[in-house]
């Protein structure tokens, strides 16, 4: 049997999980070389810029590079989730506040389970927010400034991991 005999669920799987692992690997790297501070620093740059390009290639083809209004954004964005970090990766449940603002809880994460796993709960800050940002930047609408300061994950202090986000 060779690899293009695999349905194509797997195939998905088996490739995006690869990503992640590399991607574990590469902050792994960063952090034995230059420290914690500089590995937190360029992994969010970097995962920003993840979001940016994964929701710039998903707006175009589906057709669409913008999001008019909160609840066009929170319908691209559960396509990205649905694509880039299906569960078991990830499980985020998103709910409109109001014509500005936004609810997102983290029922489950990926980047949790594989912290906890490496022993670093305390020192890495979560980027998660970070490719969010990503996702709202490429389809124009811009958050409030100040809403995502660096953080270690919330979930490994024993709190709910939730966020009300605010667009410009």
């Not at 929170?74 to 694509?83: A, H, M």
Request: net charge negative; glycine share 8%.
């Amino acid at each position: 049997m060779d690899s293009s005999q695999l349905d194509p669920k797997t195939r998905e799987d088996m490739i995006r999980r690869a990503w992640y692992a590399h991607d574990a690997r590469w902050f792994a790297a960063v952090a034995a070389e230059y420290g914690m501070e500089v590995a937190n620093r360029l992994n969010r740059a970097a995962v920003r810029a993840v979001g940016q390009i994964e929701a710039g290639r998903l707006a175009r083809a589906l057709g669409k590079q913008r999001a008019e209004n909160v609840e066009e954004f929170l319908e691209f964005l559960q396509s990205g989730l649905d694509l880039y970090v299906a569960p078991p990766l990830m499980e985020m449940e998103l709910r409109k506040n109001d014509e500005r603002s936004y609810e997102v809880t983290v029922n489950d994460c990926f980047v949790h389970t594989n912290i906890a796993k490496a022993g670093i709960t305390g020192t890495y800050e979560c980027a998660v927010w970070d490719r969010v940002q990503g996702y709202h930047e490429a389809l124009g609408q811009s958050l409030q400034d100040g809403q995502l300061a660096g953080a270690t994950c919330v979930r490994a202090r024993g709190q709910e991991c939730r966020r009300v986000l605010t667009i410009k």
